[in-house]
């Protein structure tokens, strides 16, 4: 294990590089079709689908934009339920009907109405599901693909600030 050391300045930079990398490992890890969050390590995961070869510049800078907007979604929506639950809530699949049906209708409407906005976030994005599960799946085994990926996303947090 190596340890870096930041001076303060870097720190908040440093904590944002360590906040993606950990988000699209985890993307990479859980892969899939159908967005999907987890409360206990409140993250988006898609299930596995497509492989293509290779992504340009384009393809990179709107999946990374997708990415970006479906986390800031999972947030609000993992906020709102857990304000109705008083706790956190159960881990939910987007594609497991039966993982919310316990919840209140009004945690059951955030939920849907989240992982159907994913769906439109990728769709808006320029993308099929295929199309964008093909990046996810490559990021889990292409370390140059996750550093284009990454890179993206901090240009991107930059650029909206």
Not at 40 to 50: K, L, P
Not at 71 to 84: C, G, L, N, W
Not at 123 to 135: W, Y
Request: aromatic share 10%; with cysteine.
């Amino acid at each position: 294990m190596v340890i870096y050391c930041y001076p303060l300045a870097d720190l908040g930079q440093s904590l944002r590089r360590s906040f993606i990398v950990t988000f699209l490992a985890v993307i990479a890890i859980l892969g899939g079709l159908i967005p999907e969050f987890s409360w206990t390590t409140e993250v988006v995961s898609f299930q596995s689908s497509a492989y293509t070869q290779d992504f340009t510049a384009d393809q990179i800078k709107r999946y990374a934009k997708a990415v970006l907007s479906i986390e800031t979604q999972r947030k609000q929506a993992y906020q709102e339920i857990s304000r109705i639950l008083r706790k956190s809530p159960p881990a939910i699949t987007c594609n497991q009907r039966e993982s919310f049906n316990n919840l209140p209708a009004n945690a059951q409407r955030i939920a849907v109405d989240y992982c159907n906005n994913s769906k439109e976030i990728v769709k808006d994005n320029g993308f099929t599901a295929a199309q964008f599960n093909a990046i996810t799946n490559r990021i889990r085994t292409d370390d140059n693909l996750r550093r284009r990926v990454q890179n993206e996303m901090i240009r991107l947090q930059r650029e909206n600030k």
